[in-house]
């Protein structure tokens, strides 16, 4: 069991308008936890797919309302 802590840095509030910056993930398994910083043209969908793998559960501080729609949009 492994869990992700995300947060996003952005131009500004809207997914529209703006864009991501930097992606910061800490995944916390039971082997080692590593840190996954994503800048730039780094930000891909395959990208966080991957830097996510294994985790079961993604915490952020109010990403259900800010960072996961602007991530999906």
Do not use: C
């Not at 809207?14 to 082997?31: A, E, K, M, N």
């Amino acid at each position: 069991m492994a869990e992700a802590y995300l947060d996003i840095e952005t131009t500004g509030l809207s997914p529209y308008l703006d864009d991501i910056t930097v992606i910061g993930i800490y995944v916390v398994t039971h082997d080692a936890p590593r840190f996954v910083q994503l800048v730039g043209e780094e930000i891909t969908r395959e990208n966080l797919l991957k830097a996510l793998e294994g985790a079961d559960t993604i915490f952020t501080y109010n990403g259900r309302r800010f960072d996961l729609p602007f991530i999906r949009d």
